[in-house]
């Protein structure tokens, strides 16, 4: 069995709208669908900014969220960032940036260690998951 294309991510999410609003105002996700599930947990379907993948916010019990993420805690692996591939990492920085996002970095900046150019941006919680690289 060969792997297919990813289908979409599904990541937690605190407060569901608050993330909702930040991917979608600041860097143009589109919202596909809200799923209500039977364990009464929420999530939200949106498409990337160029439709190739579904990332999915999903909400549930706050004691249940609780668990989960002191466990991922004590895990060794867990999500750092999902990194975009941008045409012009400076039109895009600033075009992202105009919308009200935030990043860690005053500008972009050259990664010796990988030869990628790229900028973090952080969302009202502080958290750096998104990130823009140039495409070289």
Same mark, same amino acid.
């Given at each position: 069995?060969?792997?297919?294309?990813i289908? *979409?991510?599904?990541?937690i999410a605190?407060?569901? @709208? =608050?993330? !909702?609003?930040?991917l979608?105002?600041? +860097?143009? /996700?589109?919202?596909?669908?809200?799923?209500?599930h039977?364990?009464?947990?929420?999530?939200?379907e949106l498409?990337?900014?160029?439709g190739?993948?579904?990332?999915?916010l *999903?909400?549930?019990?706050?004691?249940?969220?609780? @668990? =989960?993420? !002191?466990?991922?805690?004590k895990?060794s +692996?867990? /999500?750092n960032?999902?990194?975009?591939?941008v045409d012009d990492?400076n039109?895009?920085?600033?075009?992202?940036?105009?919308k009200?996002?935030s990043?860690k970095?005053?500008?972009?900046m050259f990664?010796?260690?990988?030869g990628?150019t790229i900028?973090?941006?952080?969302?009202?919680?502080?958290?750096?998951?998104?990130?823009?690289?140039?495409?070289?």
């Amino acid at each position: 069995m060969a792997l297919g294309r990813i289908d *979409h991510m599904d990541f937690i999410a605190g407060d569901l @709208e =608050k993330a !909702e609003e930040y991917l979608m105002k600041k +860097l143009g /996700f589109k919202l596909l669908r809200r799923i209500e599930h039977q364990d009464k947990s929420i999530s939200s379907e949106l498409t990337s900014p160029a439709g190739d993948f579904v990332l999915q916010l *999903h909400q549930g019990d706050e004691k249940k969220l609780k @668990e =989960k993420r !002191e466990q991922t805690l004590k895990e060794s +692996l867990f /999500f750092n960032h999902i990194a975009f591939k941008v045409d012009d990492i400076n039109k895009a920085f600033k075009e992202i940036k105009s919308k009200g996002a935030s990043f860690k970095q005053d500008s972009p900046m050259f990664n010796p260690a990988s030869g990628r150019t790229i900028a973090n941006a952080v969302d009202e919680d502080g958290r750096s998951w998104i990130q823009l690289c140039d495409t070289d």
